[in-house]
Protein backbone atom coordinates (compact mmCIF):
# COMPACT_ATOMS: atom_id res chain seq x y z
CA UNK A 1 0.00 0.00 0.00
CA UNK A 2 0.93 3.51 -0.70
CA UNK A 3 0.80 5.65 2.20
CA UNK A 4 1.84 9.25 2.81
CA UNK A 5 2.82 10.29 6.59
CA UNK A 6 2.79 14.25 7.92
CA UNK A 7 3.05 15.76 10.95
CA UNK A 8 0.38 18.40 10.98
CA UNK A 9 0.72 21.59 13.48
CA UNK A 10 -0.86 19.75 16.35
CA UNK A 11 2.23 17.00 15.97
CA UNK A 12 -0.06 14.45 15.59
CA UNK A 13 0.51 12.48 12.49
CA UNK A 14 -2.24 12.48 9.59
CA UNK A 15 -1.91 9.42 7.12
CA UNK A 16 -2.79 9.81 2.92
CA UNK A 17 -3.96 6.35 1.42
CA UNK A 18 -2.60 6.95 -2.04
CA UNK A 19 -3.74 3.45 -3.13
CA UNK A 20 -6.87 4.43 -4.90
CA UNK A 21 -4.86 6.99 -7.05
CA UNK A 22 -2.22 5.05 -7.90
CA UNK A 23 -5.00 2.10 -9.27
CA UNK A 24 -6.37 5.17 -10.65
CA UNK A 25 -3.12 6.84 -12.77
CA UNK A 26 -2.72 3.00 -13.61
CA UNK A 27 -5.25 2.43 -15.54
CA UNK A 28 -5.91 5.54 -17.14
CA UNK A 29 -2.16 5.03 -18.58
CA UNK A 30 -3.45 1.23 -19.68
CA UNK A 31 -6.70 3.09 -21.38
CA UNK A 32 -4.42 5.61 -22.67
CA UNK A 33 -1.91 2.75 -24.25
CA UNK A 34 -4.66 0.44 -25.84
CA UNK A 35 -6.45 3.58 -27.69
CA UNK A 36 -3.56 5.43 -28.42
CA UNK A 37 -2.67 3.86 -32.98
CA UNK A 38 0.42 2.46 -33.67
CA UNK A 39 2.81 4.83 -35.43
CA UNK A 40 2.70 1.99 -38.44
CA UNK A 41 -0.76 3.10 -39.49
CA UNK A 42 -0.48 7.11 -38.85
CA UNK A 43 -1.08 9.11 -41.96
CA UNK A 44 1.54 11.49 -42.74
CA UNK A 45 1.31 13.59 -45.66
CA UNK A 46 4.51 15.26 -47.17
CA UNK A 47 4.87 18.90 -47.47
CA UNK A 48 3.30 20.84 -50.77
CA UNK A 49 6.17 21.59 -53.25
CA UNK A 50 5.22 25.18 -54.19
CA UNK A 51 7.40 27.99 -56.32
CA UNK A 52 9.05 27.81 -59.72
CA UNK A 53 11.16 24.97 -60.47
CA UNK A 54 13.87 26.85 -62.53
CA UNK A 55 15.71 27.70 -58.98
CA UNK A 56 16.72 24.03 -59.05
CA UNK A 57 19.40 23.71 -61.94
CA UNK A 58 18.16 20.06 -63.59
CA UNK A 59 21.77 18.98 -64.23
CA UNK A 60 22.22 18.82 -60.23
CA UNK A 61 19.70 16.95 -58.91
CA UNK A 62 17.49 13.34 -59.94
CA UNK A 63 14.42 13.15 -59.06
CA UNK A 64 13.45 9.72 -57.68
CA UNK A 65 9.19 9.93 -56.92
CA UNK A 66 7.15 6.99 -55.33
CA UNK A 67 3.42 6.72 -54.97
CA UNK A 68 1.10 4.96 -52.46
CA UNK A 69 1.08 1.78 -54.22
CA UNK A 70 5.12 1.65 -54.07
CA UNK A 71 5.85 2.74 -57.67
CA UNK A 72 9.34 4.03 -58.04
CA UNK A 73 10.45 6.48 -60.92
CA UNK A 74 13.59 7.60 -61.90
CA UNK A 75 13.47 10.89 -63.58
CA UNK A 76 9.53 9.82 -64.83
CA UNK A 77 11.20 6.31 -65.79
CA UNK A 78 9.60 3.39 -63.89
CA UNK A 79 12.08 1.57 -62.03
CA UNK A 80 11.62 -1.69 -59.43
CA UNK A 81 13.43 -1.21 -56.05
CA UNK A 82 15.95 -3.94 -57.16
CA UNK A 83 16.72 -1.62 -60.42
CA UNK A 84 17.02 1.94 -58.29
CA UNK A 85 19.34 0.38 -56.35
CA UNK A 86 21.64 -0.57 -59.23
CA UNK A 87 21.68 2.33 -60.35
CA UNK A 88 22.29 4.10 -57.01
CA UNK A 89 24.82 2.04 -56.49
CA UNK A 90 26.17 3.17 -60.37
CA UNK A 91 25.85 6.47 -59.30
CA UNK A 92 27.41 6.31 -56.52
CA UNK A 93 31.18 5.45 -58.17
CA UNK A 94 30.55 8.39 -60.33
CA UNK A 95 32.68 11.54 -59.43
CA UNK A 96 30.15 14.69 -59.71
CA UNK A 97 27.25 12.45 -58.21
CA UNK A 98 24.16 14.51 -58.84
CA UNK A 99 21.34 15.08 -55.40
CA UNK A 100 18.63 12.98 -55.36
CA UNK A 101 15.23 14.73 -55.08
CA UNK A 102 12.54 12.64 -53.06
CA UNK A 103 9.15 13.44 -54.24
CA UNK A 104 6.01 10.89 -52.87
CA UNK A 105 2.29 11.51 -54.07
CA UNK A 106 0.15 12.61 -51.76
CA UNK A 107 -1.19 8.49 -51.09
CA UNK A 108 2.56 7.75 -50.27
CA UNK A 109 3.87 6.51 -46.81
CA UNK A 110 6.37 7.89 -44.64
CA UNK A 111 7.42 4.49 -43.58
CA UNK A 112 8.33 3.55 -47.43
CA UNK A 113 10.09 7.25 -48.17
CA UNK A 114 12.38 6.06 -45.50
CA UNK A 115 13.01 2.97 -46.90
CA UNK A 116 13.95 4.94 -50.37
CA UNK A 117 16.29 7.58 -48.18
CA UNK A 118 18.24 5.08 -46.49
CA UNK A 119 18.45 2.88 -49.44
CA UNK A 120 20.16 6.15 -51.44
CA UNK A 121 22.02 6.99 -48.66
CA UNK A 122 23.71 3.63 -47.72
CA UNK A 123 25.88 4.21 -51.83
CA UNK A 124 26.60 7.75 -50.58
CA UNK A 125 23.81 9.63 -52.49
CA UNK A 126 22.95 12.53 -50.99
CA UNK A 127 18.88 12.91 -50.58
CA UNK A 128 18.48 16.81 -51.25
CA UNK A 129 14.30 16.69 -50.47
CA UNK A 130 11.42 15.17 -49.31
CA UNK A 131 8.18 16.19 -51.01
CA UNK A 132 4.94 15.65 -52.50
CA UNK A 133 4.66 15.47 -56.15
CA UNK A 134 2.19 14.95 -58.79
CA UNK A 135 0.43 11.53 -58.57
CA UNK A 136 2.79 9.29 -60.61
CA UNK A 137 0.14 6.51 -61.80
Known sequence: MWHNTKTNMLGTET????????????????????????????STRLPEVSGEKNLLNPESYIVVSFSGSQQIRWADEPVSLEELEKRARI???????????????????????????????????????????????
Open 91 to 137: YSHKKDTPEILLAGDADATYGFSIHLRTLLSKYGLKVKELARCESIE
Open 15 to 42: EVDMTSLMDLMTQIAAVMMLCAPPLSIL
